[in-house]
């Protein structure tokens, strides 16, 4: 195979002639290939096969001790100004990381196969799905992409038909974290990574491609391209809700997606659309619709147990591939809070010693295709997508933010997603625990400068009166002990249910400066072990807290300079006015 679009044949040309690889292999994208690639990376030691009795086509990767999360301080984003970047990105000029990138790459495929692999994000037949071309050394990389996007043949006739396709260049180079960068350049449409094999650092499909160069055509086109679930909730008068959430990596939205509702909630059903992406379009009619870029999962794997997700907990079992988890003696894959088994070997591959740490790395993930997932919609492969009815916001904070609260207009519904702090987690390299400022849960994947991201945001106002309404929520409020005071997982439906009646205008709540709360009892508590008291902390503010809140928020715009827009600074002095007034 190759392709008859010249450009294209050109680049993968240019790129063999520079790296030097021994063979180029265009990838078809059948399932006879990924068999084959997953032969081929046993015989190299680069996959192990789990037990194939309970864990068939399941296989276990070890990565570099060194490459375990995506490098955001390698990460830039090369624009000709440096402004338009903004201060949330690190920036470097197109010629400086040309130079630097030309260099690391010569010669780095010596020895090696250069896959080709044209994948599409995005149901294959929708308008809002875009193409990309991923050349990559590593077979894992080709393992991951088919799990995880519409790749191969599909996609190049695709790309064929529209001659348009965003570049990606990938090599896993020596490793060596001095000489790992991952470059994206928004105007030319290409990205280029080298020395991680790792997640969002070598799958370009996704962050690189689906969040920062899409969010940066995005703006020019009018869309959005977000960090954020999508789910389908049907009440058991059967209607759907289609809702859309941004929490930051690792902070629950695989878990929401897959959500199973509790017994006290008889009735209801979820429906997975997404778990990590969605690109959100205003349609003809003004409604907002989301379309998921990917057609597969790379979740996070500790914490997944038949009580917190058996979701997810059962699409692994098969057809898997997991990356730095433990080993159990009868060869299944082991991670902490499993609740089944007991670890022999660690995520190194050494013999377990508590000593050692925990058996699975805490970003050790699993990849699968999405039709693995109970709960999967078909309608993930609708090419007009879903009409969303909320967009929630979200992260982990042990106090100040609480469950949950309603955003009073879209103007306000956009500070909070601005204002969103949380606590740093595995995902990234990096101190884990720490409070940020995460808007939006894009810090690290918005292309271009906040400040424009936040009036593009705005702008959306101007164009529909058919917005959604926003929503904050917080599942880990913690006491002074440190236990979470809310139970989480299958129990956020109740919460869901709060925001699902708030859209539809069928319960009143308490207003504040910082937006409407529930009224105490609005939001369902029956068979939880959860005091009124602890319900009442949930669904209340410190005002103290929050007037700090938003000096943090204020000192953080100023960051911005004049390019934040005017309105979000209004909302900003708004609040902090009539906190002052309490
Ligand atoms: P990325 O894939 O990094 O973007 O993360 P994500 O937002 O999809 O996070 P995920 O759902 O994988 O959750 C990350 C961790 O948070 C897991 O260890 C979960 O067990 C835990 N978690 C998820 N939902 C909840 C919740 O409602 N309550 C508590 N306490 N923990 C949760
Ligand atoms: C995240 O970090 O938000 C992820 C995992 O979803 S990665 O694909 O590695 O970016
Ligand atoms: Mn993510």
């Known amino acids: 195979m190759t392709t008859r679009h010249a450009p294209l044949l050109k680049w993968v040309e240019e790129v063999a002639r520079h790296t030097r690889p021994d063979h180029i292999r265009w990838c078809t994208g059948s399932d006879a290939e990924y068999q084959q690639l997953i032969e081929e990376m046993i015989a190299s030691g680069t996959l192990s096969a789990l037990n194939p009795e309970t864990y068939p086509n399941c296989y276990l990767h070890l990565s570099d001790p060194s490459d375990v999360a995506r490098v955001e301080h390698l990460t830039f984003v090369c624009t000709e100004n440096e402004e338009?970047?903004?201060?949330?990105?690190?920036?470097?000029?197109?010629?400086?990381?040309?130079?630097?990138?030309h260099s690391l790459f010569a010669g780095a495929m010596q020895g090696r196969t250069m896959y080709v692999i044209p994948y599409c994000m995005g149901p294959i037949d929708s308008p809002y799905s875009r193409c990309g071309v991923e050349i990559t050394d590593s077979p894992y990389v080709v393992a991951n992409m088919k799990l995880m996007t519409r790749m191969g043949s599909v996609a190049l006739g695709r790309i064929e038909r529209e001659g348009k396709f965003v570049k990606g260049l990938h090599s896993t180079g020596d490793l060596d974290p001095e000489r790992r960068f991952i470059m994206h350049f928004p105007d030319e449409l290409s990205i280029m990574s080298i020395g991680s094999g790792y997640g969002g650092n070598a799958l370009l499909g996704k962050k690189c491609h689906a969040l920062r160069i899409a969010s940066y055509q995005a703006?020019?086109?009018?869309?959005?391209?977000?960090?954020?679930?999508?789910?389908?909730?049907?009440?058991?008068d059967g209607v759907t809700h289609y809702i859309a959430c941004a929490f930051p990596s690792a902070c629950g939205k695989t878990n929401l997606a897959m959500l199973i509702p509790p017994h006290s909630l008889p009735g209801w059903k979820v429906w997975t659309l997404g778990d990590d992406i969605a690109w959100l379009h205003l349609d003809d009619e003004g409604q907002l619709r989301a379309i998921n870029p990917e057609s597969g999962y790379f979740g996070v794997v500790p914490g997944t147990n038949v009580k917190t997700n058996k979701n997810a907990f059962d699409m692994i079992t098969h057809d898997a591939i997991f990356t730095n988890v433990g080993r159990t003696a009868d060869n299944e894959?082991?991670?902490?809070?499993?609740?089944?088994?007991?670890?022999?070997?660690?995520?190194?591959?050494?013999?377990?010693?508590?000593?050692?740490?925990?058996?699975?790395?805490?970003?050790?993930?699993?990849?699968?295709?999405?039709?693995?997932n109970p709960?999967?919609?078909?309608?993930?492969?609708?090419?007009?997508g879903v009409p969303i009815s909320a967009i929630v916001f979200g992260g982990r904070r042990a106090k100040v933010a609480p469950l949950v609260f309603e955003a009073k207009n879209?103007?306000?519904?956009?500070?909070?997603?601005?204002?969103?702090?949380?606590?740093?987690?595995?995902?990234?390299?990096?101190?884990?625990?720490v409070i940020r400022r995460d808007p939006m849960a894009m810090k690290p994947f918005c292309g271009y400068n906040f400040a424009d991201y936040w009036s593009h945001w705005l702008s959306f106002e101007e164009r529909?009166?058919?917005?959604?309404?926003?929503?904050?929520?917080?599942?880990?409020?913690?006491?002074?002990?440190?236990?979470?005071?809310?139970?989480?997982?299958?129990?956020?439906?109740r919460v869901l249910h709060w925001i699902i009646d708030r859209c539809e205008g069928r319960i009143d709540a308490t207003e504040t400066p910082?937006?409407?709360?529930?009224?105490?009892?609005?939001?369902?508590?029956?068979?939880?072990?959860?005091?009124?008291?602890?319900?009442?902390?949930?669904?209340?503010?410190?005002?103290?807290?929050?007037?700090?809140?938003n000096?943090?928020?204020?000192?953080?715009?100023?960051?911005?300079?004049?390019?934040?827009?005017?309105?979000?600074?209004?909302?900003?002095q708004r609040i902090a006015a009539e906190l002052a007034k309490l």
């Open 551 to 572: 000096q943090h928020f204020a000192d953080y715009l100023d960051d911005f300079g004049d390019r934040v827009p005017d309105a979000l600074r209004a909302e900003q």
């Open 219 to 236: 703006r020019t086109e009018g869309w959005l391209a977000e960090h954020m679930l999508i789910v389908g909730i049907e009440s058991p």
């Open 333 to 372: 894959p082991w991670w902490e809070d499993k609740k089944v088994g007991e670890p022999a070997y660690d995520w190194q591959g050494r013999k377990y010693r508590p000593g050692n740490g925990p058996a699975a790395h805490p970003n050790s993930r699993f990849t699968v295709n999405a039709r693995n």
């Open 464 to 493: 529909t009166d058919k917005l959604p309404k926003i929503f904050h929520v917080n599942w880990f409020r913690q006491d002074d002990d440190g236990n979470f005071l809310w139970p989480g997982f299958g129990e956020n439906l």
């Open 410 to 433: 879209w103007k306000h519904g956009v500070l909070v997603g601005a204002s969103v702090g949380s606590k740093t987690t595995a995902a990234a390299i990096g101190e884990v625990g």
């Open 375 to 384: 709960s999967y919609s078909e309608l993930a492969d609708a090419p007009e």
């Open 84 to 101: 338009d970047a903004g201060p949330n990105n690190n920036w470097m000029s197109p010629a400086e990381a040309h130079a630097k990138m």
């Open 514 to 549: 910082i937006g409407y709360l529930p009224l105490p009892g609005d939001i369902d508590t029956s068979e939880l072990d959860i005091s009124p008291e602890t319900m009442q902390e949930l669904i209340s503010i410190d005002v103290e807290r929050w007037r700090t809140e």
